[in-house]
């Protein structure tokens, strides 16, 4: 399988998906056929969504289709070159891809020998399940597992940094209650800027900040970039 999994799609000073360009050229080689799933997206239209990617990806002269705006969802995945998924809501992601059928299509489409590309929700669906995910559970998926398509949790966005004052918990401390409860569990808590690519049955991790991987009831191992999971 090939996938490339990113924290987030912004860095600060620079544009949508910018930081990430020299890494999708050289993850897409030849593919140009993307259907892109915008389904993550709550407060702005599907519509609009894939019209920013398109723009934010334009250099690399794809041919990017919403997956909500075709008839045969199913189909369209599995013709794909490159499937895609944006950042946004992962409840909202989940469940709009399990009521319209599309999560063996992405996983049949990956297992054929398309790229996988997802960035902050994205990413969390690739995953196991989605427990790993920051964002509020806005909307009921019905059920939490997810694609499976990598043996790790991704905690996207990942920072232990609180605002002065703050009451709340740490995010290691909500991943250490995740562990209480899933001790089979390994989480990678990974900071922006941050990727896992996944080829020839190499999970390998890339980006300049090194990130944390959580056991249960071990101390929190710091990986660095090149560090290959499996």
């Known amino acids: 399988m090939d996938l490339l999994l990113l924290s987030n799609s912004v860095l600060p000073g620079s544009g949508y998906l910018e930081y990430a360009l020299p890494l999708l050229k050289t993850q897409f ?38 997956v909500h705006t075709v008839d045969d969802a199913p189909a369209a995945i599995a013709a794909a070159d490159v499937v895609m998924v944006g950042g946004g809501n992962t409840f909202h992601l989940l469940k709009q891809c399990r009521e319209r059928g599309l999560l063996d299509p992405i996983r049949q489409a990956v297992k054929n020998g398309a790229l996988y590309v997802g960035w902050s929700a994205g990413a969390n669906l690739a995953c196991p399940t989605i427990r790993t995910t920051n964002d509020m559970p806005i909307i009921d998926p019905g059920g939490l597992d997810a694609l499976n398509l990598v043996p790790l949790q991704i905690n996207p966005h990942f920072t232990n940094a609180l605002p002065a004052g703050h009451q709340g918990e740490t995010r290691e401390q909500r991943i250490r209650e995740l562990l209480v409860v899933a001790p089979e569990l390994n989480v990678i808590g990974l900071p922006e800027g941050g990727w896992i690519t996944v ?25 660095a970039a090149g560090y290959r999971f499996f």
């Not at 799933?37 to 250099?59: C, H, N």
């Not at 390998?204 to 191992?221: H, M, S, T």
């Open 199 to 223: 080829q020839n049955g190499h999970a390998q991790l890339g980006g300049d900040r090194p990130a944390l991987l959580f056991k249960a009831n071990e101390e929190a191992i710091t990986l």
């Open 29 to 66: 080689g030849g593919r140009r056929k993307v259907v892109f799933i915008p389904f993550a997206g709550v407060t702005q239209s599907w519509d609009a969504y894939t019209d920013k990617v398109r723009l934010a990806l334009a250099e690399l002269d794809l041919s990017i289709t919403g």
